[in-house]
């Protein structure tokens, strides 16, 4: 099991694989002030619980459970092993920008004012409304900087659940060769078909603005696996 708790500042950062020169935003806000970037790294996550394990199941010879059991009935539900990863994260920082900002000639594109705290709302339809005022984000106007920094840490996206499981089992085939063996097992990713929402639309003035479109994890995935072992 480890825990992680850390925290990550920069001037430059990326939170996924699309990478520009500058990270998050393609320019400066404000070329002449580049000491401004610097906030919350884009990808800082505080806090990280993660456990993995391999387990074998009780039941059958030499176990717990059933040892007595016939061989047929050995060979169906005895010798299996359990193994999974979970993993349970703070969400990270938001970055918002400006729909349909003027920003001033050769200046990178605008950022919001806050006017006033961020709150998520954790109402039932906080995935169509993530901010819980969306008014404290206010567009700039025209040929000014917003006060918003590159990546703001009150308010971040949804935390992340994840587990990832797995079942399997050896079947001897020593008749065939001695130590030889098969081995078959069953692998679910997202095992609980838990959703993990994605980060939601933080371009203020966007008809969007605050919703969440997509998940950032996908739909459980099964998957069978045989593999012969001599």
Same mark, same amino acid.
């Given at each position: 099991? +480890?825990? +992680?708790?850390?925290? /990550?500042?920069?001037?430059?950062? #990326? @939170?996924?694989?699309?990478?520009?020169?500058? =990270?998050?935003?393609?320019?400066?806000?404000?070329?002449?002030?580049?000491?401004?970037?610097?906030?919350?790294?884009?990808?800082?996550?505080?806090?990280? !619980?993660?456990?993995?394990?391999?387990?074998?199941?009780?039941? $059958?010879?030499?176990? @717990?459970?059933? =040892?007595?059991?016939?061989?047929?009935?050995?060979? %169906?539900?005895?010798?299996?092993?359990?193994?999974?990863?979970?993993?349970? *994260?703070? $969400?990270?920082?938001?970055?918002?920008?400006? *729909?349909?900002?003027?920003?001033?000639?050769?200046?990178? $594109?605008?950022?919001?004012? !806050?006017?006033?705290?961020?709150?998520?709302?954790?109402? &039932?339809?906080?995935?169509? #409304?993530?901010? @819980?005022?969306?008014?404290?984000?206010?567009?700039?106007?025209?040929?000014?900087? =917003?006060?918003?920094?590159?990546?703001?840490? /009150?308010?971040? +996206?949804?935390?992340?659940?994840?587990?990832?499981?797995?079942?399997?089992?050896?079947?001897?085939?020593?008749?065939?060769?001695?130590?030889?063996?098969?081995?078959?097992?069953?692998?679910?990713?997202?095992?609980?078909?838990?959703?993990?929402?994605?980060? &939601?639309?933080t371009s203020v003035d966007d008809p969007s603005? =605050?919703? %969440?479109?997509?998940?950032?994890?996908?739909?459980?995935?099964? #998957?069978?696996?045989?593999?012969?072992?001599?």
């Open positions: 099991m +480890t825990y +992680t708790w850390s925290k /990550s500042i920069d001037d430059s950062s #990326q @939170a996924d694989d699309n990478v520009t020169w500058l =990270g998050s935003f393609t320019s400066l806000q404000d070329p002449n002030k580049p000491w401004l970037e610097r906030s919350l790294s884009t990808f800082d996550i505080p806090q990280v !619980v993660q456990f993995s394990y391999s387990y074998d199941l009780p039941f $059958g010879r030499h176990r @717990a459970f059933l =040892g007595n059991m016939p061989p047929v009935v050995e060979a %169906i539900v005895g010798g299996w092993k359990t193994s999974g990863i979970w993993r349970i *994260a703070d $969400g990270r920082p938001l970055t918002f920008s400006v *729909a349909d900002g003027n920003s001033l000639p050769t200046y990178g $594109g605008q950022r919001p004012n !806050v006017v006033g705290p961020p709150k998520r709302n954790h109402g &039932p339809d906080w995935v169509d #409304q993530y901010f @819980a005022d969306p008014g404290v984000f206010q567009r700039p106007d025209d040929f000014t900087l =917003g006060n918003a920094p590159r990546a703001m840490g /009150s308010i971040r +996206t949804p935390r992340t659940f994840t587990s990832n499981l797995s079942l399997g089992k050896q079947f001897s085939l020593a008749r065939v060769r001695e130590e030889m063996n098969l081995e078959f097992r069953i692998e679910a990713q997202n095992a609980f078909n838990h959703p993990v929402f994605g980060t &939601p639309d603005f =605050g919703q %969440i479109s997509y998940t950032s994890v996908g739909p459980r995935e099964v #998957q069978l696996a045989i593999k012969v072992n001599f």
